[in-house]
Each structure stands twice: as C-alpha cells, then as structure tokens.
C-alpha cells in the first residue's frame, strides 16, 4: 500500500472514529490553554493523518540548537501535539485507543525503517495500557484493570525490544520506554541508564531528564533524596547549556507533580540555588513571562519578599494562570497580600 492510500487511509478512519463519538456525545473538547505553533502543527497533522508530515517534522526538530528563545526544546513541544491526539479524551476510550494501535502500526509497518513510527506505535500502546491504570493512587485502580494494564505495557516493551535495532535510534523511544519501565517498576538505575542511552542519541532531549525524575517522586515509590540527587546530577550534565538551570526546572516540575504549595518543607530544594537557576535561566533566555511568574510564585513559597515585589512588578498584568500552583487566583492574592503587609 502506497503511503498516500495509508494517509487516506488514516483520514476515513480517524474521522469516521471522531464524528462517531461526537455523535454519540463521547468527544470531550475541553477548552484549551494557548498552544506552541509547533505543538498545533504536530497535533493537527496527526489528525490529518500526515505521517509523512509528521516524519519530517520529527527529524527536524531533533537538530542541534532547536531550542524556543523560552529554553525549551522544540522536540518537548512537538510531541506535547502528538500526546493530545494520543490521549484525546473520549466517554469510551477502548475503540479509539484499539484504532490509534493499529493504525501506528499499519504506519509502522508500511515505514519499517523508520525510528519515529515504531517509536510512536510502542507509544500508542503505551497510552492504551496507562488508561486502564490512570494518573491515581494504586487504591483507585479497579482491580480488572491492572491486568489489561500490564499486558499492554508488556506489548510495548516486547515492540520495542523486537525492533529495537531501528527504534531506539530515536530518544523518542527511550522517552516511550521509560514510561514503559517505570509501570513495571523496573530499578532506578536503569530509569537512568536508558535516559543517558536516548540522550547519547539527541543530547538536547532534555525531556528525558524530567521523565525520569517523575519515577522518582513518593508517589511512585522514590523519596526526596532521590529526587533531589538526580536533580543535582541533571543541573552538572546541562550547565554548560543552562548554569544552574536545570536545577530550577526540575524542581519547578516536581513543585507541579508533587510537593505543590510545600515544595521548600517536604523536599531538598534550596532556594538559594533556584533562585541562581532562574537568573541564569534569565540572561540566557530573557523571553519567557511564564518563566517570570514562575519566578514570583516561589520566591513567595521561599519567603524572600524582596526578590517576589522585583519579580512581580516585572510581571505587570501578564499574569500567567499555571504557574501558581492549584486555585492560582489565591495564590496570586496571597501572595501579593504577603509581600505588602507590615
């Protein structure tokens, strides 16, 4: 089959799935956050059924020096628009997860020397075995569903191993395998160990670094220490690149993942090092409001009230909802009451 017939292929079935469950009231459109143009690019050609779009789109966004003037990687953002196709939130998620796993591998076997299809299949099945399992605590998994989850993370393992030779030729594949690894609570060391094989691959898939990190939060079975050194082994691999940087990313993430509003009394980030990171985050990429508010929200966690009023006053009314934490609007308040009062 000639790879226009798959594209056309893709666009009947996709649709087809879509206007069926759009019929049946199961497309759940949430409105969406403004989107990287990358990122819309990626997802829309997805739904397209573009591959050959998406191929190419891949294989430039590896290049060297892909980087946003915010400082993040473009191959973050391009893939932020497959993971919205992937993991489009449905009523009934079995059939359109059973069609996402076979039309990536119909792709992938109509493109069998291509690193970025096998690692988007194995991906695919990824998303299917994660549904059944969910975000949650092991408590409100339904029992029935941890056996249909590892099955399908032992499909995408036994993909990835079987065309390993081509797949892991992508850092792309070692992002899929680690999420794979960390459902079969496979050691710490070797998180780690694939993470540094995908960055010999592309060593600006900085991703790779934050993956792992998630694996060793509490709620997946780590603890502070853990995290904290491989944040302080993450910032050494990167500072030529970012000076202290990466400290302050990765712990801005774990503040998102875990530790939230308590993230200076339940873990080891030191404030004196996130504050470097951001100002070295800054004279390298001074283009980033988010980046700014950022800024502002944990100095007040930190309780250093001169750098909050610099920063906040830095930020005017380009106020940007997501970096404060969960109910952003009482941080934003709290925070500016804090800073103001005798």
């Known amino acids: 089959m000639s790879s226009q017939a798959s594209i056309a292929g893709w666009r009947r079935v996709v649709l087809s799935v879509t206007l069926a469950l759009a019929a049946s009231g199961g497309v759940a459109r949430a409105a969406e956050p403004v989107l990287s143009p990358i990122t819309v690019a990626s997802r829309d050609a997805f739904w397209a059924g ?34 919205i196709v992937l993991k ?59 056996k249909d989850f590892h099955a399908y993370l032992r499909r995408a393992a036994e993909y990835l191993n079987a065309h390993a030779d081509v797949a892991l030729t992508d850092s792309y594949a070692h992002a899929v395998l680690i999420q794979v690894a960390k459902g079969m609570e496979v050691s710490r060391e070797q998180m780690k160990a694939i993470a540094n094989d995908g960055l010999k691959r592309n060593p600006e898939d900085f991703g790779l670094y934050f993956a792992v990190q998630e694996t060793l939060l509490p709620k997946w079975g780590g603890d502070a220490r853990a995290v904290d050194d491989y944040i302080k082994y993450a910032t050494e691999q990167t500072r030529e690149r970012f000076g ?98 005798l």
């Open 244 to 341: 202290q940087g990466m400290y302050t990313r990765m712990y801005l993430n774990a503040a998102d993942d875990q530790f939230g509003h308590m993230l200076f009394e339940n873990s080891y980030a030191d404030w004196d090092k996130m504050k470097q990171g951001f100002e070295d985050l800054m004279a390298r990429y001074p283009d980033s409001p988010s980046r700014l508010n950022s800024y502002a929200y944990m100095a007040c966690l930190a309780k250093d009230k001169d750098t909050f009023l610099k920063q906040f006053a830095k930020i005017g009314k380009r106020i940007d909802r997501e970096r404060w934490g969960t109910n952003p609007e009482r941080s934003v308040e709290g925070c500016r009451r804090w800073a103001t009062s």
């Open 50 to 83: 573009d591959f050959d779009e998406i191929e190419r789109q891949n294989a430039y966004f590896r290049q060297p020096g892909r980087i946003e003037p915010s400082g993040i990687s473009q191959i973050y953002l391009f893939r932020k628009g497959l993971n």
């Open 88 to 146: 489009n939130k449905v009523e009934n998620a079995e059939p359109y997860l059973k069609e996402l796993d076979l039309l990536t591998l119909q792709w992938a076997n109509e493109h069998p020397k291509s690193a970025f299809a096998h690692a988007l299949h194995a991906d695919a099945l990824l998303t299917h075995a994660w549904s059944y399992r969910g975000g949650g605590y092991v408590k409100d998994v339904p029992p029935q569903a941890w």
